[in-house]
């Protein structure tokens, strides 16, 4: 199992799409670095944001 499940699933549904980290960052109104340590585990998204 994954050390990270929400970024991994995160990851996978933009790559589906053939969206882009900085698509997906714009759209949830957020910078592109946030984006990314959501889908590396690094940091978790707040209430607001999911």
């Known amino acids: 199992m994954s050390k990270n499940p929400l970024g991994s699933y995160l990851k996978t549904l933009r790559k589906e799409q053939n969206y882009t980290q900085e698509y997906v960052a714009s759209y949830l109104d ?19 944001t999911l």
């Open 30 to 48: 957020i910078i592109r670095q946030s984006y990314s340590h959501y889908e590396t585990g690094r940091t978790s998204p707040s209430i607001e």
